[in-house]
């Protein structure tokens, strides 16, 4: 019986490394597109409308990325053929997706970038001696949320700098106390007029 045993854990540990290079093969052939639609789907739930739509988008942005890649030599002439390629590939990524998806894959893929810059923003508040934990935890939601609202206005009309810009002019009036007075601190520390956190009048 133990024999057995043996036997059968020796082939279990023979086949573990093939099944290994199997899926890694496996991934290898997967195209570009097929990747970012699980990328997509491991953040919203996809239709399989949009699966197809966003798959021939995909797909006909990595064909458009290697014909400039391959076949453009002018530098400055492939950037903005470049550039069109990527804003079409936004557009429809951004009109694919329901609104309800739009927000929470653009919460989600820009969630690094405003976790940063919230710590950022809440250290200088920290360094100002003027609050206690309890109060920087509560500042840094507000900044939190502020950045994130901003940062999906950003995301979602990269491309469409008008509409940006009057959606940010309109969003600063919502802006929270918390982090024009973290703004105003960090001109302040760039000025020389800032020191351990004190203001050097």
């Known amino acids: 019986m133990k024999q057995i045993f043996i036997v059968l854990g020796l082939i279990f540990l023979s086949i573990q490394p093939l099944m290994s290079q199997l899926d890694s093969t496996k991934n290898r052939r997967m195209s570009g597109a ?19 739509s966003l798959k021939a ?3 006909l942005y990595q064909q458009k990325s290697d014909s400039i890649l391959f076949n453009v030599a002018d530098p400055a002439e492939a950037a903005v ?8 590939l936004q557009e429809t990524l ?18 690094p970038d405003v976790m940063a810059k919230t710590e950022a923003k809440v250290e200088t508040l920290r360094e100002s001696g003027q609050y206690s934990e309890e109060e920087l935890v509560q500042k840094g939601k507000e ?5 994130m609202a901003e ?12 509409k940006q810009r ?18 105003t ?3 302040l520390k760039v000025l020389g007029r800032m020191n351990k956190g004190k203001v050097k009048w």
Do not use: C, M
């Open 34 to 52: 097929e990747r970012k639609l699980i990328e997509i789907n491991k953040i919203v739930d996809l239709s399989p409308a949009q699966e197809k």
């Open 57 to 59: 988008a995909y797909t």
């Open 81 to 88: 053929l470049k550039y069109r390629a990527d804003k079409q």
């Open 94 to 111: 951004i009109y694919t997706l329901t609104e309800q998806q739009r927000i929470q894959y653009l919460t989600i893929t820009g969630t």
């Open 143 to 147: 900044i939190f949320d502020y950045l």
């Open 151 to 162: 940062k999906i206005v950003y995301l979602r009309d990269k491309y469409n700098i008008a």
């Open 166 to 183: 009057d959606n940010i002019r309109r969003l600063r009036n919502s802006q929270p106390a918390s982090l024009r007075e973290s703004d």
């Open 185 to 187: 601190r960090e001109k």
